[in-house]
Protein backbone atom coordinates (compact mmCIF):
# COMPACT_ATOMS: atom_id res chain seq x y z
CA UNK A 1 0.00 0.00 0.00
CA UNK A 2 1.22 3.45 -0.89
CA UNK A 3 2.26 5.57 2.15
CA UNK A 4 0.21 8.23 3.55
CA UNK A 5 1.14 11.46 2.59
CA UNK A 6 -0.22 13.46 5.41
CA UNK A 7 2.45 16.06 4.63
CA UNK A 8 0.40 17.94 2.23
CA UNK A 9 -2.25 20.19 3.87
CA UNK A 10 -2.32 19.40 7.88
CA UNK A 11 -0.08 20.54 10.81
CA UNK A 12 1.89 17.88 12.51
CA UNK A 13 0.36 16.98 15.90
CA UNK A 14 -2.66 18.35 15.71
CA UNK A 15 -4.14 15.23 17.33
CA UNK A 16 -1.65 15.26 20.02
CA UNK A 17 -3.40 13.35 23.21
CA UNK A 18 -6.15 11.90 21.58
CA UNK A 19 -7.37 8.73 20.95
CA UNK A 20 -8.99 6.66 18.32
CA UNK A 21 -10.84 3.71 17.88
CA UNK A 22 -10.90 2.25 14.34
CA UNK A 23 -12.79 -0.73 13.24
CA UNK A 24 -11.65 -2.21 9.99
CA UNK A 25 -8.12 -0.62 10.52
CA UNK A 26 -6.25 -3.47 9.80
CA UNK A 27 -6.37 -3.06 5.91
CA UNK A 28 -7.54 -0.96 3.00
CA UNK A 29 -8.92 2.33 3.49
CA UNK A 30 -9.68 2.22 7.24
CA UNK A 31 -5.83 1.60 7.90
CA UNK A 32 -4.93 4.40 5.88
CA UNK A 33 -7.38 7.10 7.75
CA UNK A 34 -5.66 5.31 11.06
CA UNK A 35 -2.16 6.13 9.75
CA UNK A 36 -3.35 9.69 9.11
CA UNK A 37 -4.22 10.15 12.48
CA UNK A 38 -1.75 8.82 13.82
CA UNK A 39 1.25 10.32 12.08
CA UNK A 40 -0.95 13.72 13.34
CA UNK A 41 -0.50 12.65 17.14
CA UNK A 42 -3.18 10.59 18.05
CA UNK A 43 -3.07 7.02 19.17
CA UNK A 44 -4.86 4.40 17.93
CA UNK A 45 -6.52 1.02 18.71
CA UNK A 46 -7.50 -1.13 15.49
CA UNK A 47 -10.30 -3.81 15.39
CA UNK A 48 -11.05 -6.72 13.61
CA UNK A 49 -11.66 -10.15 13.31
CA UNK A 50 -8.24 -11.37 12.49
CA UNK A 51 -5.73 -10.96 15.10
CA UNK A 52 -2.80 -11.70 13.17
CA UNK A 53 -3.49 -9.18 10.37
CA UNK A 54 -3.91 -6.22 13.21
CA UNK A 55 -0.94 -6.77 14.90
CA UNK A 56 0.90 -6.81 12.03
CA UNK A 57 -0.63 -3.84 10.62
CA UNK A 58 0.51 -2.32 14.18
CA UNK A 59 3.66 -3.02 14.38
CA UNK A 60 4.16 -1.38 10.67
CA UNK A 61 2.18 1.22 11.40
CA UNK A 62 3.83 2.58 14.44
CA UNK A 63 7.27 1.66 12.79
CA UNK A 64 6.39 4.16 9.75
CA UNK A 65 4.63 7.03 12.40
CA UNK A 66 6.65 6.64 15.39
CA UNK A 67 3.02 6.79 17.01
CA UNK A 68 1.36 4.02 18.94
CA UNK A 69 -1.54 1.43 17.67
CA UNK A 70 -2.97 -1.16 19.50
CA UNK A 71 -4.42 -3.99 17.93
CA UNK A 72 -7.81 -5.90 20.08
CA UNK A 73 -9.31 -8.37 17.95
CA UNK A 74 -13.45 -8.30 17.48
CA UNK A 75 -16.06 -9.25 15.58
CA UNK A 76 -18.43 -6.04 15.46
CA UNK A 77 -21.30 -8.40 15.30
CA UNK A 78 -20.92 -9.50 18.80
CA UNK A 79 -21.66 -6.45 21.10
CA UNK A 80 -19.85 -8.33 24.18
CA UNK A 81 -17.00 -8.63 21.74
CA UNK A 82 -17.62 -4.68 20.99
CA UNK A 83 -17.41 -3.85 24.82
CA UNK A 84 -14.56 -5.86 25.43
CA UNK A 85 -12.47 -3.87 22.70
CA UNK A 86 -13.85 -0.36 24.17
CA UNK A 87 -13.03 -1.31 27.43
CA UNK A 88 -9.19 -2.28 26.57
CA UNK A 89 -8.92 0.79 24.61
CA UNK A 90 -9.88 2.15 27.88
CA UNK A 91 -7.41 0.42 29.90
CA UNK A 92 -4.56 1.09 27.25
CA UNK A 93 -5.09 4.70 26.23
CA UNK A 94 -7.43 5.85 29.05
CA UNK A 95 -9.68 7.90 26.68
CA UNK A 96 -11.58 7.89 23.42
CA UNK A 97 -11.75 11.12 20.87
CA UNK A 98 -12.44 9.69 17.47
CA UNK A 99 -14.55 6.88 16.41
CA UNK A 100 -14.48 5.44 12.81
CA UNK A 101 -16.77 2.51 11.71
CA UNK A 102 -15.00 0.96 8.75
CA UNK A 103 -15.34 -2.78 9.10
CA UNK A 104 -17.70 -3.89 6.38
CA UNK A 105 -18.01 -6.82 3.76
CA UNK A 106 -19.18 -6.83 0.31
CA UNK A 107 -19.73 -8.96 -3.03
CA UNK A 108 -21.05 -8.72 -6.34
CA UNK A 109 -24.59 -10.70 -5.86
CA UNK A 110 -27.12 -11.11 -8.43
CA UNK A 111 -30.56 -11.55 -6.23
CA UNK A 112 -30.72 -14.73 -7.52
CA UNK A 113 -27.53 -16.01 -5.53
CA UNK A 114 -28.38 -13.66 -2.31
CA UNK A 115 -28.97 -16.06 0.07
CA UNK A 116 -31.31 -15.05 3.45
CA UNK A 117 -28.04 -15.45 5.22
CA UNK A 118 -25.58 -13.38 2.71
CA UNK A 119 -27.95 -10.58 2.56
CA UNK A 120 -28.36 -10.86 6.68
CA UNK A 121 -24.45 -11.20 7.11
CA UNK A 122 -24.09 -7.73 5.37
CA UNK A 123 -26.65 -6.01 7.07
CA UNK A 124 -25.00 -7.73 10.38
CA UNK A 125 -21.06 -6.31 9.43
CA UNK A 126 -21.85 -2.78 8.17
CA UNK A 127 -25.05 -1.73 9.68
CA UNK A 128 -25.38 -3.36 13.46
CA UNK A 129 -21.74 -3.12 13.19
CA UNK A 130 -21.87 0.65 13.23
CA UNK A 131 -24.13 0.84 15.84
CA UNK A 132 -22.80 -2.13 18.30
CA UNK A 133 -19.42 -0.08 17.98
CA UNK A 134 -21.12 3.53 18.61
CA UNK A 135 -23.28 2.31 21.44
CA UNK A 136 -20.38 1.16 23.28
CA UNK A 137 -17.99 4.03 22.55
CA UNK A 138 -20.58 6.30 23.14
CA UNK A 139 -19.86 7.32 27.21
CA UNK A 140 -16.47 8.22 26.59
CA UNK A 141 -17.24 10.18 23.57
CA UNK A 142 -19.52 12.44 25.48
CA UNK A 143 -16.56 12.30 28.04
CA UNK A 144 -14.30 13.56 25.49
CA UNK A 145 -16.54 15.35 23.08
CA UNK A 146 -15.53 13.44 20.50
CA UNK A 147 -16.19 12.72 16.87
CA UNK A 148 -17.44 9.85 14.71
CA UNK A 149 -16.62 9.08 10.84
CA UNK A 150 -18.77 6.42 9.40
CA UNK A 151 -17.63 4.80 6.46
CA UNK A 152 -20.43 4.52 3.69
CA UNK A 153 -19.84 4.33 -0.02
CA UNK A 154 -22.10 5.56 -2.70
CA UNK A 155 -23.79 2.23 -4.50
CA UNK A 156 -27.32 3.07 -3.08
CA UNK A 157 -26.94 6.95 -5.09
CA UNK A 158 -28.47 5.50 -8.23
CA UNK A 159 -29.18 1.74 -7.15
CA UNK A 160 -25.77 -0.15 -8.20
CA UNK A 161 -26.72 -3.58 -10.08
CA UNK A 162 -25.30 -6.91 -7.60
CA UNK A 163 -24.98 -4.53 -4.94
CA UNK A 164 -28.43 -4.35 -2.50
CA UNK A 165 -27.28 -5.95 0.20
CA UNK A 166 -24.11 -3.41 0.85
CA UNK A 167 -26.67 -0.58 -0.56
CA UNK A 168 -29.39 -0.82 2.01
CA UNK A 169 -26.60 -0.96 5.06
CA UNK A 170 -24.98 2.32 3.54
CA UNK A 171 -27.92 3.84 3.05
CA UNK A 172 -28.79 3.05 6.58
CA UNK A 173 -25.38 4.07 7.86
CA UNK A 174 -26.11 7.05 6.24
CA UNK A 175 -29.39 7.70 7.89
CA UNK A 176 -27.88 7.03 11.22
CA UNK A 177 -25.15 9.98 10.52
CA UNK A 178 -27.75 11.91 10.73
CA UNK A 179 -29.63 10.85 13.50
CA UNK A 180 -26.65 10.80 15.64
CA UNK A 181 -25.89 14.11 14.14
CA UNK A 182 -29.07 15.27 15.76
CA UNK A 183 -29.03 13.54 18.86
CA UNK A 184 -25.79 14.00 19.77
CA UNK A 185 -24.89 17.21 18.93
CA UNK A 186 -25.95 18.66 22.05
CA UNK A 187 -23.44 16.13 23.72
CA UNK A 188 -20.71 18.29 22.02
CA UNK A 189 -19.84 15.56 19.93
CA UNK A 190 -19.89 15.94 15.90
CA UNK A 191 -20.93 12.84 13.38
CA UNK A 192 -19.66 12.68 9.67
CA UNK A 193 -19.49 10.34 7.15
CA UNK A 194 -17.33 9.45 4.21
CA UNK A 195 -18.38 7.79 1.16
CA UNK A 196 -15.35 6.80 -0.61
CA UNK A 197 -15.16 5.98 -4.61
CA UNK A 198 -13.11 3.48 -5.69
CA UNK A 199 -10.11 3.39 -4.13
CA UNK A 200 -7.01 1.56 -5.53
CA UNK A 201 -5.22 -1.47 -4.08
CA UNK A 202 -7.89 -2.11 -1.50
CA UNK A 203 -10.45 -5.29 -1.27
CA UNK A 204 -13.18 -3.65 -2.67
CA UNK A 205 -12.07 -2.83 -5.29
CA UNK A 206 -10.69 -5.90 -6.12
CA UNK A 207 -14.06 -7.39 -5.34
CA UNK A 208 -16.26 -4.92 -7.05
CA UNK A 209 -14.41 -4.08 -9.92
CA UNK A 210 -11.77 -6.98 -10.42
CA UNK A 211 -8.89 -4.38 -9.29
CA UNK A 212 -9.30 -2.54 -12.25
CA UNK A 213 -11.29 1.27 -13.08
CA UNK A 214 -10.57 3.19 -16.44
CA UNK A 215 -9.66 6.13 -15.15
CA UNK A 216 -11.66 8.01 -18.30
CA UNK A 217 -14.32 7.36 -16.43
CA UNK A 218 -14.30 9.42 -13.66
CA UNK A 219 -14.36 13.32 -14.01
CA UNK A 220 -11.06 13.79 -11.84
CA UNK A 221 -9.59 11.68 -14.51
CA UNK A 222 -7.80 9.11 -12.17
CA UNK A 223 -8.71 6.42 -9.62
CA UNK A 224 -8.51 6.91 -6.24
CA UNK A 225 -6.29 6.93 -3.56
CA UNK A 226 -6.21 5.41 0.35
CA UNK A 227 -4.45 8.81 0.89
CA UNK A 228 -7.35 10.66 -0.61
CA UNK A 229 -9.42 9.13 2.15
CA UNK A 230 -7.21 10.12 4.52
CA UNK A 231 -7.12 13.66 4.09
CA UNK A 232 -10.52 13.90 4.20
CA UNK A 233 -10.88 11.66 7.43
CA UNK A 234 -7.94 14.39 9.05
CA UNK A 235 -10.16 17.09 7.89
CA UNK A 236 -13.13 16.02 9.19
CA UNK A 237 -11.67 15.12 12.82
CA UNK A 238 -9.80 18.77 12.83
CA UNK A 239 -10.94 22.22 14.54
CA UNK A 240 -11.56 22.84 10.65
CA UNK A 241 -14.91 21.00 10.66
CA UNK A 242 -15.96 22.03 13.87
CA UNK A 243 -18.78 23.20 12.04
CA UNK A 244 -19.74 20.34 9.79
CA UNK A 245 -21.89 17.45 11.12
CA UNK A 246 -24.54 15.09 9.99
CA UNK A 247 -22.54 15.14 6.27
CA UNK A 248 -21.53 12.24 4.81
CA UNK A 249 -18.94 13.52 2.38
CA UNK A 250 -18.10 12.02 -0.80
CA UNK A 251 -14.66 11.30 -2.22
CA UNK A 252 -14.91 10.15 -5.37
CA UNK A 253 -13.61 11.72 -8.10
CA UNK A 254 -17.21 12.68 -8.85
CA UNK A 255 -17.44 8.71 -9.82
CA UNK A 256 -20.95 8.53 -8.99
CA UNK A 257 -22.14 11.39 -10.88
CA UNK A 258 -21.40 9.87 -14.16
CA UNK A 259 -21.40 5.80 -13.02
CA UNK A 260 -24.40 4.55 -13.19
CA UNK A 261 -25.72 0.79 -13.24
CA UNK A 262 -26.13 -0.47 -16.87
CA UNK A 263 -30.02 -1.84 -17.49
CA UNK A 264 -29.15 -5.14 -18.83
CA UNK A 265 -31.62 -6.30 -20.99
CA UNK A 266 -34.06 -9.88 -19.28
CA UNK A 267 -31.94 -11.94 -21.34
CA UNK A 268 -28.51 -11.18 -20.58
CA UNK A 269 -29.67 -11.25 -16.83
CA UNK A 270 -31.50 -14.66 -17.19
CA UNK A 271 -28.19 -15.96 -18.96
CA UNK A 272 -25.97 -14.30 -15.58
CA UNK A 273 -28.64 -16.19 -13.24
CA UNK A 274 -28.53 -19.24 -14.96
CA UNK A 275 -24.23 -19.40 -14.37
CA UNK A 276 -24.82 -18.96 -10.90
N1 LIG B 1 -21.66 -14.26 -3.40
C1 LIG B 1 -22.83 -14.65 -2.85
N2 LIG B 1 -22.95 -15.04 -1.55
C2 LIG B 1 -21.84 -15.01 -0.80
C3 LIG B 1 -20.59 -14.60 -1.30
C4 LIG B 1 -20.52 -14.23 -2.67
N3 LIG B 1 -19.37 -13.84 -3.23
N4 LIG B 1 -19.67 -14.67 -0.29
C5 LIG B 1 -20.32 -15.12 0.79
N5 LIG B 1 -21.62 -15.33 0.50
C6 LIG B 1 -22.65 -15.85 1.37
C7 LIG B 1 -22.30 -17.22 1.93
O1 LIG B 1 -22.58 -18.24 0.98
C8 LIG B 1 -23.17 -17.27 3.16
O2 LIG B 1 -24.50 -17.55 2.83
P1 LIG B 1 -25.13 -19.06 3.03
O3 LIG B 1 -24.95 -19.42 4.48
O4 LIG B 1 -26.55 -18.92 2.61
O5 LIG B 1 -24.34 -19.96 2.11
C9 LIG B 1 -23.17 -15.83 3.65
O6 LIG B 1 -22.76 -15.02 2.54
C10 LIG B 1 -22.19 -15.59 4.79
O7 LIG B 1 -20.92 -16.07 4.36
P2 LIG B 1 -19.76 -16.41 5.41
O8 LIG B 1 -18.54 -16.73 4.62
O9 LIG B 1 -20.26 -17.43 6.40
O10 LIG B 1 -19.65 -15.02 6.20
P3 LIG B 1 -18.48 -14.46 7.07
O11 LIG B 1 -19.12 -13.75 8.18
O12 LIG B 1 -17.44 -15.48 7.36
O13 LIG B 1 -17.77 -13.42 6.04
C11 LIG B 1 -18.22 -11.95 4.16
C12 LIG B 1 -18.40 -12.21 5.64
C13 LIG B 1 -19.07 -12.95 3.37
C14 LIG B 1 -18.76 -10.55 3.87
C15 LIG B 1 -16.75 -12.08 3.70
O14 LIG B 1 -16.66 -11.84 2.33
C16 LIG B 1 -15.81 -11.16 4.46
O15 LIG B 1 -15.31 -11.55 5.50
N6 LIG B 1 -15.57 -9.92 3.95
C17 LIG B 1 -14.68 -8.93 4.62
C18 LIG B 1 -13.80 -8.20 3.63
C19 LIG B 1 -14.56 -7.44 2.59
O16 LIG B 1 -15.64 -7.83 2.17
N7 LIG B 1 -13.96 -6.34 2.14
C20 LIG B 1 -14.55 -5.45 1.19
C21 LIG B 1 -15.21 -4.33 1.89
S1 LIG B 1 -15.99 -3.26 0.66
P1 LIG C 1 -11.05 -4.14 3.60
O1 LIG C 1 -9.58 -3.89 3.58
O2 LIG C 1 -11.53 -5.53 3.38
O3 LIG C 1 -11.64 -3.57 4.97
C1 LIG C 1 -12.73 -4.15 5.64
C2 LIG C 1 -12.28 -4.45 7.04
O4 LIG C 1 -13.40 -4.85 7.82
C3 LIG C 1 -11.23 -5.55 7.11
O5 LIG C 1 -10.11 -5.04 7.82
C4 LIG C 1 -11.92 -6.67 7.91
O6 LIG C 1 -10.96 -7.32 8.76
C5 LIG C 1 -12.97 -5.88 8.70
N1 LIG C 1 -14.15 -6.70 9.03
C6 LIG C 1 -14.93 -7.41 8.18
N2 LIG C 1 -15.89 -8.05 8.86
C7 LIG C 1 -15.71 -7.71 10.17
C8 LIG C 1 -16.40 -8.02 11.36
N3 LIG C 1 -17.48 -8.84 11.35
N4 LIG C 1 -15.96 -7.50 12.53
C9 LIG C 1 -14.87 -6.68 12.57
N5 LIG C 1 -14.18 -6.33 11.46
C10 LIG C 1 -14.61 -6.84 10.28
O7 LIG C 1 -11.81 -3.25 2.52
P2 LIG C 1 -11.71 -1.75 1.96
O8 LIG C 1 -11.97 -1.86 0.52
O9 LIG C 1 -10.52 -1.03 2.45
O10 LIG C 1 -13.03 -1.10 2.62
C11 LIG C 1 -13.00 -0.32 3.81
C12 LIG C 1 -14.28 0.48 3.94
O11 LIG C 1 -14.44 1.35 2.82
C13 LIG C 1 -15.54 -0.36 4.00
O12 LIG C 1 -16.46 0.23 4.89
C14 LIG C 1 -16.06 -0.28 2.58
O13 LIG C 1 -17.46 -0.52 2.49
C15 LIG C 1 -15.71 1.15 2.23
N6 LIG C 1 -15.61 1.43 0.78
C16 LIG C 1 -14.59 0.91 0.07
C17 LIG C 1 -14.47 1.24 -1.28
C18 LIG C 1 -13.30 0.74 -2.11
O14 LIG C 1 -13.14 1.10 -3.26
N7 LIG C 1 -12.44 -0.08 -1.56
C19 LIG C 1 -15.42 2.06 -1.89
C20 LIG C 1 -16.47 2.55 -1.12
C21 LIG C 1 -16.56 2.23 0.22
P3 LIG C 1 -11.11 -8.85 9.25
O15 LIG C 1 -11.30 -9.68 8.04
O16 LIG C 1 -9.85 -9.08 10.02
O17 LIG C 1 -12.32 -8.87 10.16
Redesign the pocket.
Known sequence: MAAVDTTKVFKDNIFAGKVLLC?????????GMTEAMVRHGAKAVI????YS??EKAAQEMSAATGGEVFPVA????KPEQVENAVAKTIEKFGRIDYLIN?????FLAPFNNLSYNAFRTVI???LL?TFNLTKATLPHLKASKGSIIN?????HYNGMIFQQH?GAA?AAIDALTKHWAVELGPHGIRVNGI?????AS????S??AGGLLEPETIPAQRV?E?DD?AQSTVFLFSQGASYITGVTLVVDGGHWLTNTSPAYPAAVLADIDSKL
Do not use: F
Not at 47 to 50: A, E, H, Q, Y
Open positions: SGGGSGICRISRTKLADVRGAAGNEIDGVSATLAKAPGPITEGLRLGVI
